[in-house]
């Protein structure tokens, strides 16, 4: 168990609508990373908060956003979606250290859409 | 988006046979780790390596960081059936951007 936790595990919803993901970091950490997995692209980055601000952004789409709140966890918002947006939404967390950051990853959602 | 190249794409072997893989970029990177995915699950962090010419052992698992900071690579000796699995090296920069660059996997299995 790596301590970050992701809601709900799976998602299956139609094209067009609105879902939120949402990601509790490990204790302490407060960075936290968004990526999505699918069969064509892999693993891609998509948005890094670090306490509360964004960080960072990746190949992210416009209908697609995120935050992070001050209890530090994250909610992933994903809006008029489509077929190609099906994948695996992997959230992960980290403490800064001087040398690199070790990225620790939750579960997952598994979102469907139909 | 940008993928590490991984090799190989996939391997068979035997219970108790060593395994190496390795991950090369066009580019250098500050850090490097290795993840194992389990199927429908995230990825679990196995090793990082910070420094060029770094070798770090994690049991059965070592890995290095390529001098030139543009490769890496993972070895398991002594294969035992849960390390069935698909393998992924990721890259880091740091300072700023942390984001992490993946591979394209490998995905290893053990043939009883």
């Known amino acids: 168990d790596s301590g970050v936790t992701q809601t709900p595990k799976h998602l299956i919803t139609a094209t067009g609508q609105r879902v939120t993901l949402r990601c509790s970091p490990r204790?302490?950490?407060?960075?936290v990373y968004w990526y999505q997995q699918s069969l064509d692209q892999g693993l891609q980055f998509l948005i890094q908060?670090?306490?509360?601000?964004?960080?960072a952004k990746g190949n992210i789409l416009e209908r697609f956003s995120a935050q992070q709140f001050p209890d530090l966890h994250s909610e992933l918002n994903l809006s008029s979606l489509e077929l190609g947006d099906s994948a695996l939404y992997f959230c992960?967390?980290?403490?800064?250290?001087?040398?690199?950051?070790?990225?620790?990853f939750g579960p997952g959602t598994r979102l469907t859409v139909t | 988006g940008q993928q590490l190249n991984q090799s190989p794409q996939s391997m068979f072997i035997q219970e108790g046979e060593d395994v190496s893989m390795n991950c090369t970029s066009s580019?250098?990177?500050?850090?490097w780790l290795w993840y194992k995915q389990d199927p429908g699950e995230g990825p679990v962090l196995l090793i990082a390596?910070?420094?060029?010419?770094e070798l770090t052992s994690n049991g059965r698992l070592t890995a290095q960081f390529g001098i030139t900071r543009k490769d890496s690579f993972l070895n398991i000796s002594a294969s035992i059936p849960s390390d069935v699995g698909i393998y992924f090296c990721?890259?880091?920069?740091?300072?700023?951007?942390?984001?992490?660059?993946f591979g394209t996997g490998t995905r290893l299995t053990i043939i009883p």
């Open positions: 992960a967390s980290s403490a800064r250290r001087e040398r690199g950051s070790e990225q620790y």
């Open positions: 204790s302490g950490d407060l960075s």
């Open positions: 908060y670090y306490n509360g601000e964004e960080r």
């Open positions: 580019s250098i990177f500050n850090t």
């Open positions: 390596l910070y420094k060029a010419g």
């Open positions: 990721a890259g880091q920069l740091r300072g700023g951007n942390e984001k992490l660059t």
